[in-house]
Protein backbone atom coordinates (compact mmCIF):
# COMPACT_ATOMS: atom_id res chain seq x y z
CA UNK A 1 0.00 0.00 0.00
CA UNK A 2 1.21 3.47 -0.93
CA UNK A 3 1.21 6.07 1.67
CA UNK A 4 2.72 9.44 0.72
CA UNK A 5 2.42 11.83 4.12
CA UNK A 6 3.39 15.77 3.79
CA UNK A 7 4.75 17.45 6.61
CA UNK A 8 6.33 21.17 6.71
CA UNK A 9 3.40 23.52 6.54
CA UNK A 10 2.34 26.43 8.71
CA UNK A 11 2.20 30.10 9.05
CA UNK A 12 5.11 32.48 7.13
CA UNK A 13 5.11 36.24 6.99
CA UNK A 14 5.01 37.67 3.53
CA UNK A 15 9.40 37.21 2.10
CA UNK A 16 9.64 34.15 4.47
CA UNK A 17 10.73 30.50 3.49
CA UNK A 18 9.00 26.30 4.49
CA UNK A 19 10.40 23.43 3.47
CA UNK A 20 8.03 20.70 2.75
CA UNK A 21 8.57 17.12 3.00
CA UNK A 22 7.23 14.16 1.95
CA UNK A 23 8.26 10.60 2.55
CA UNK A 24 6.70 7.86 0.71
CA UNK A 25 6.30 4.22 1.61
CA UNK A 26 5.25 1.17 -0.27
CA UNK A 27 6.74 1.66 -3.59
CA UNK A 28 10.56 1.35 -4.84
CA UNK A 29 10.80 4.95 -4.68
CA UNK A 30 13.35 6.09 -6.79
CA UNK A 31 11.86 4.47 -9.78
CA UNK A 32 9.17 7.23 -9.97
CA UNK A 33 8.87 11.03 -11.02
CA UNK A 34 7.60 12.94 -7.85
CA UNK A 35 5.10 15.83 -7.74
CA UNK A 36 4.29 18.70 -5.37
CA UNK A 37 0.68 20.10 -6.12
CA UNK A 38 -1.15 22.77 -4.78
CA UNK A 39 -4.48 23.86 -4.35
CA UNK A 40 -5.71 27.50 -3.27
CA UNK A 41 -9.10 27.56 -2.25
CA UNK A 42 -12.20 28.12 -4.84
CA UNK A 43 -8.99 27.62 -7.54
CA UNK A 44 -8.04 24.01 -9.03
CA UNK A 45 -5.22 22.13 -7.87
CA UNK A 46 -1.80 22.85 -10.40
CA UNK A 47 1.28 21.34 -10.35
CA UNK A 48 3.82 23.38 -8.58
CA UNK A 49 6.98 21.22 -9.11
CA UNK A 50 8.50 18.00 -10.62
CA UNK A 51 11.35 15.81 -10.15
CA UNK A 52 12.71 12.87 -11.52
CA UNK A 53 16.51 12.90 -11.17
CA UNK A 54 18.57 15.02 -9.92
CA UNK A 55 19.03 17.12 -12.92
CA UNK A 56 15.22 16.57 -14.59
CA UNK A 57 13.14 18.98 -12.59
CA UNK A 58 10.67 21.26 -14.08
CA UNK A 59 8.47 24.24 -12.23
CA UNK A 60 5.41 26.37 -12.72
CA UNK A 61 6.54 29.78 -14.24
CA UNK A 62 4.78 31.26 -10.87
CA UNK A 63 7.23 29.59 -8.91
CA UNK A 64 10.56 29.23 -10.63
CA UNK A 65 13.43 31.17 -8.95
CA UNK A 66 11.94 30.60 -5.40
CA UNK A 67 10.86 27.05 -5.57
CA UNK A 68 13.68 24.41 -5.35
CA UNK A 69 12.27 20.61 -5.49
CA UNK A 70 14.85 18.04 -4.36
CA UNK A 71 14.62 14.50 -3.09
CA UNK A 72 16.80 12.12 -1.41
CA UNK A 73 16.10 8.25 -2.21
CA UNK A 74 17.66 6.65 0.99
CA UNK A 75 15.15 8.32 2.90
CA UNK A 76 12.03 8.13 0.17
CA UNK A 77 11.71 11.92 0.62
CA UNK A 78 11.46 14.53 -1.54
CA UNK A 79 11.37 17.81 -0.24
CA UNK A 80 10.05 21.26 -1.65
CA UNK A 81 12.32 24.30 -0.31
CA UNK A 82 9.72 27.47 -1.00
CA UNK A 83 11.44 31.35 -0.54
CA UNK A 84 10.32 34.70 -1.15
CA UNK A 85 6.70 33.81 0.01
CA UNK A 86 4.35 35.89 -0.73
CA UNK A 87 0.45 35.81 -0.13
CA UNK A 88 -0.70 33.95 -3.63
CA UNK A 89 1.36 30.92 -2.65
CA UNK A 90 -1.53 30.09 0.12
CA UNK A 91 -2.47 26.77 -0.62
CA UNK A 92 -2.76 23.27 0.33
CA UNK A 93 0.50 21.28 -0.75
CA UNK A 94 0.31 17.94 -1.73
CA UNK A 95 2.58 15.55 -2.74
CA UNK A 96 2.01 13.08 -5.75
CA UNK A 97 3.71 10.47 -7.61
CA UNK A 98 3.49 9.65 -11.58
CA UNK A 99 1.44 13.34 -11.82
CA UNK A 100 -1.52 11.69 -9.72
CA UNK A 101 -1.31 7.73 -9.62
CA UNK A 102 -1.33 8.32 -5.44
CA UNK A 103 -1.64 11.19 -3.06
CA UNK A 104 -0.93 12.68 -0.26
CA UNK A 105 -3.44 14.06 2.26
CA UNK A 106 -1.47 17.70 2.18
CA UNK A 107 -0.25 20.48 3.81
CA UNK A 108 -1.49 23.65 4.42
CA UNK A 109 0.74 26.89 3.82
CA UNK A 110 -0.20 30.43 4.73
CA UNK A 111 1.48 32.98 3.93
CA UNK A 112 0.09 36.47 5.23
CA UNK A 113 1.19 39.38 7.66
Known amino acids: QVQLVESGGGLVQPGGSLRLSCVASGLTFRNYEMDWFRQAPGEERELVATIFGPESTRYADSVKGRFTISRDNAKNTVYLQMNSLKPEDTAVYYC???????WGKGTLVTVSS
Open 96 to 102: AVGRGYY
